[in-house]
């Protein structure tokens, strides 16, 4: 990779986490986070409490690129064709006219996905796997560009269904906002004062930008030690005693890329330990399942990531 790429592909992050910036406040590690994973093509789950700012951020991202981008409120009266679309019978032509739904855009912003069915939620499966979809047995292609913001309440279980954990493991990493510095809180109702600042927000860069941004991610270097170190992170959560269920290849997988994104960010053209240290968390827990035990004995996924990033060795 040329060095002016680097420079380039680095400008562009900054770029974008600026424009989101004036939007969000305080949340300068989650942001980054999020646009890494829109640039290696992973899918996002935001999961706080209400009011956290999950839905403006992703609002805030999808105006900062000049791109298609379309929201969809899960409710429990969702039906799949309501996300992929419907054949629709045109009497005067005798002929059944596809109506392409919500998913057929760049960044789809799923809205409280936990509160619609496991049958409309896993209508979102194929199209995060594999970039298509299947309607009416016909097998229809995505965008090039694909991204899935997903969010959900963790506190409210009335009145909703629990992902599977088929479709946590489709979703390259799960973050968290959590509540912002009293300074940060004050600027946010200051800056909503007169208007949402959200409405001035204008696109900083395009399509194509972060279609070449994607194409450089693939080429950051990454040693052999540090893929090494990236599967027995992976690997420890299938022993460590108290997990039901380990982490899958796809979390290795999202790990190894999310770190040379965050690579580029900072402007370098190769991964360092730091960079895998720091989305592991984020790319691993929601995959795990803890037994009953456990659960019951206070443990978490989180708690359990961090603890095999303490015991394993770091490459140097």
Not at 1 to 19: C, G, P, Y
Not at 110 to 121: C, F, G, M, Y
Not at 142 to 161: C, H, K, M, W
Request: charged fraction near 20%; glycine fraction near 6%; proline fraction near 5%.
């Amino acid at each position: 990779m040329e060095r002016s790429d680097t420079h380039w592909a680095h400008a562009v992050f900054k770029q974008l986490a600026k424009n989101i910036e004036t939007v969000i406040k305080g949340q300068g590690p989650t942001i980054r986070a999020i646009l890494a994973g829109f640039a290696t093509g992973g899918h996002i789950l935001l999961e706080d409490n209400p009011g956290t700012g999950k839905t403006t951020l992703a609002k805030a991202l999808a105006k900062s690129v000049d791109i298609d981008f379309k929201r969809v409120q899960f409710t429990p009266d969702l039906l799949p064709s309501d996300i992929l679309g419907v054949s629709i019978f045109d009497p005067s032509k005798r002929i059944f006219n596809l109506h392409h739904g919500p998913v057929f855009t760049n960044i789809l912003l799923a809205d409280e996905i936990n509160r619609a069915s496991p049958r409309t939620q896993s209508a979102l499966l194929e199209a995060m796997a594999e970039d298509q979809v299947s309607i009416d047995g016909n097998r229809l292609d995505l965008d090039d560009l694909f991204f899935v913001i997903a969010t959900q309440n963790p506190i409210e279980s009335r009145g909703t269904y629990p992902l599977p954990e088929a479709q946590m493991d489709r979703f390259s990493m799960q973050l968290e906002l959590g509540y912002v510095s009293l300074e940060d809180e004050l600027a946010v109702i200051t800056g909503q004062k007169e208007n949402h600042p959200l409405y001035t927000i204008r696109p900083c860069t395009t399509l194509q930008d972060i279609l070449r941004l994607r194409d450089l991610v693939n080429q950051v270097y990454i040693s052999e030690e540090l893929k090494t170190y990236i599967i027995r992170l992976v690997s420890s959560t299938r022993e460590t005693p108290g997990v039901a269920m380990g982490a899958s290849p796809r979390a290795s997988i999202a790990m190894m890329k999310t770190a040379c994104a965050l690579a580029l960010f900072d402007d370098q053209d190769f991964v360092s330990p730091d960079h895998i240290q720091e989305i592991a968390v984020h790319t691993i827990a929601h995959r795990l399942v803890l037994d009953p035990q456990s659960k019951f004995s206070g443990i978490t996924c989180r708690q359990v990531v961090q603890d095999i990033l303490t015991t394993l060795t770091v490459p140097v």
